[in-house]
């Protein structure tokens, strides 16, 4: 029987879709034939009665085998989707909400390195510490993505009293100038990752 099992496929009429494979665990010699079943209750149906069910004969066309597949031999699309579809939506859907724009970076550079930072930060496989690293480093990619709105919104083209401006403007506007030499070395960023 090729490893379906032979109750089954007589109790489901011989039909396409009542060809079952049988499990090893349950399994019984009949006239030099070893039979394996879907389960105990169809073995000891067959034990009952096996004049009925050993000689059936299969269809010509049989489905295919079904076994685990290894990840890595699947064409690349099927790689991508079955190993990191989800987390690569995930990482995706969160730079289209954000839109991040890293100051002195193009927005591309921009998005990628949130992209990976993010990747790095919610990866499940990686320990609890790199987790938790780089969702800090993830925070203040974002925090330094904010600066430019932030600084857009507060300064003005006419020059107000320093007791109008916000308290932080300073701050922020010298963190943002010191961002500047991120952009001569772009590639520390990259490198972190």
Known sequence: MKG????????????YEALVHGKPDYA??????IY???????????LRSPETYW?????????????????????????????????????????????PKFPYLSVKRSALLY?????????????????????K????????????????STMTQTCSEPEEQPIDIDQKLHKFLALRSIEADSAGLSDKL
């Open 36 to 46: 394996i079943f879907e389960n105990e209750e169809k073995q000891q149906k067959f």
């Open 115 to 135: 992209l990976a930072y993010h990747l790095k930060a919610f990866n499940p496989r990686s320990s609890d510490y790199t987790r938790k690293k780089y969702k």
């Open 55 to 99: 000689d059936q004969k299969l269809p010509h066309k049989l489905p295919p085998m079904k076994g685990p597949v290894q990840l890595t031999s699947l064409p690349m699309l099927g790689y991508m989707e079955q190993g990191v579809a989800r987390e690569v939506i995930k990482a995706l859907t969160a730079v289209g909400c954000l839109k």
């Open 28 to 33: 019984a010699e009949y006239r030099e034939k």
């Open 137 to 152: 480093e993830l925070e203040k990619f974002e925090e330094s993505c904010e600066l430019i709105a932030y600084l857009g």
């Open 4 to 15: 379906y099992c032979p109750v089954t496929f007589l109790d489901g009429e011989q039909r």
